[in-house]
């Protein structure tokens, strides 16, 4: 157990709808960073947050966007949804940004 | 851009065996380099990782050498189980707000 919570573990929904996804870091973890993990794209970063601040941006789509709460837990939300964004979606937290990341079990999502 | 490139799979072994998954790297700056391994139905554990040139990293058995001539990180181990049949990524962080992963190895040990 990494100590990185993930809900809801998985989510089934339809094109067009929207969802958001949880995370919650590692206590005393300030940074939170969320990546993709498909098939056809492999395990890609997303975005990466620090004590509320967006640090850094990767390929993630304008549907998507993402926010870190002053409690420093973390939502990932997609709108718009398309079979594409099938996926499992990880979190991961570190202490700071260059510390070693402690990922969550993920949010398998199934678009319809 | 920064890149990971690693050996394909599924890589079958008998128990016992020797294994080496092969990975090499395309980096801006100066790198941290990573092995995580992904269990069935889990997240992503690191195993080992080196942060500067000819450091070796290890872990349960596992090792890799940071070797900055030939760009490469491979992963290897003298005496594989079942128990470490999964999913094997490659990754590297230049400025610590991201790893940039390789495609991942399937490793299959059979008893």
């Known amino acids: 157990d990494s100590g990185v919570t993930q809900t809801p573990k998985h989510l089934i929904t339809a094109t067009g709808q929207r969802v958001t996804l949880r995370c919650s870091p590692r206590s005393g973890d300030l940074s939170v960073y969320w990546y993709q993990q498909s098939l056809d794209q492999g395990l890609q970063f997303l975005i990466h947050y620090y004590n509320g601040e967006e640090r850094a941006k990767g390929n993630i789509l304008e549907r998507f966007s993402a926010q870190q709460f002053p409690d420093l837990h973390s939502e990932l939300n997609l709108s718009s949804l398309e079979l594409g964004d099938s996926a499992l979606y990880f979190c991961a937290s570190s202490v700071e940004p260059a510390g070693e990341q402690f990922f969550g079990p993920g949010t398998r999502l199934t678009v319809l | 851009g920064d890149s990971v490139t690693q050996m394909e799979g599924p890589v079958t072994l008998s128990e016992e065996a020797f294994l080496t998954i092969n990975c090499t790297y395309t980096?801006?700056?100066?790198?941290?380099l990573f092995w995580y391994v992904q269990y069935p139905g889990e997240g992503l554990q690191l195993l080992l990782k080196?942060?500067?040139?000819?450091d070796k990293g290890s872990n349960k058995g596992f090792e890799a050498t940071y070797r900055k001539e030939t760009t490469s990180f491979h992963l290897e181990k003298g005496s594989v189980q079942v128990s470490d049949s999964a999913v094997y990524f490659c990754a590297l962080s230049v400025y610590g707000n991201k790893l940039v992963f390789g495609a991942g190895t399937i490793l299959r040990v059979k008893s």
């Open positions: 080196a942060t500067k040139a000819d």
């Open positions: 980096a801006t700056g100066y790198p941290s």
